[in-house]
T-cell receptor
Framework: DSGVTQTPKHLITATGQRVTLRCSPRSGDLSVYWYQQSLDQGLQFLIQ???????AKGNILERFSAQQFPDLHSELNLSSLELGDSALYFC????????????FGNGTRLTVT | GQQVMQIPQYQHVQEGEDFTTYCNSSTTLSNIQWYKQRPGGHPVFLIQLVKSGEVKKQKRLTFQFGEAKKNSSLHITATQTTDVGTYFC???????????FGQGTTLQVKP
């Protein structure tokens, strides 16, 4: 158990809809990262937050947004969903920044129909 | 943009054979991390290398960081079925401060 909690585990929704994925980092970790993993694909970095502030942005679509709250949990919002958004979304956390190991949650499997 | 290339994409070996995956960056890295993702699981941190030419071992796994800090390798000696999974390298760019994951090498081990 990595200590990173992601909910929900599975999500099935229709095109055009909006969903919210939630992540609670390991106790004591200040950084939260979101990654997208499509079938047989690598890990595409979306965004990083550190202690409530956006730290780095990757290939995150404008339809996607995220935030980190004062209690350090994070939410990833995906809107106007398309079939191609179907993927496994991982949240990871680390003590500080990317110099420290990332601890991944179990992921949220999103299926857009 | 900066890329971290990982080869091979797939590798099938007989149990007991050795396995190596290579990671190459277009730019200098501050450090490199390795992760393992079992089928149906999430990536799990294995190790971090920081120094030029560094070599670290974990039982049958040997990790190397190149002298120029642009490449790395993971070597598994005498593979076992428990080694099955996808191995990712992740390089921390010295320029951008971003952690870039390679595409991963998926290892299959035939018993």
């Amino acid at each position: 158990d990595s200590g990173v909690t992601q909910t929900p585990k599975h999500l099935i929704t229709a095109t055009g809809q909006r969903v919210t994925l939630r992540c609670s980092p390991r106790s004591g970790d200040l950084s939260v990262y979101w990654y997208q993993q499509s079938l047989d694909q690598g890990l595409q970095f979306l965004i990083q937050y550190y202690n409530g502030e956006e730290r780095a942005k990757g290939n995150i679509l404008e339809r996607f947004s995220a935030q980190q709250f004062p209690d350090l949990h994070s939410e990833l919002n995906l809107s106007s969903l398309e079939l191609g958004d179907s993927a496994l979304y991982f949240c990871a956390s680390s003590v500080q920044g990317v110099n420290s190991p990332l601890h991944f949650g179990n992921g949220t499997r999103l299926t857009v129909t | 943009g900066q890329q971290v290339m990982q080869i091979p994409q797939y590798q099938h070996v007989q149990e007991g054979e050795d396995f190596t995956t290579y990671c190459n960056s277009s730019t200098t890295l501050s450090n490199i991390q390795w992760y393992k993702q079992r089928p149906g699981g999430h990536p799990v941190f294995l190790i971090q290398l920081v120094k030029s030419g560094e070599v670290k071992k974990q039982k049958r796994l040997t990790f190397q960081f190149g002298e120029a800090k642009k490449n790395s390798s993971l070597h598994i000696t005498a593979t076992q079925t428990t080694d099955v999974g996808t191995y990712f390298c992740a390089g921390l760019s010295s320029n951008t401060g971003k952690l870039i994951f390679g595409q991963g090498t998926t290892l299959q081990v035939k018993p």
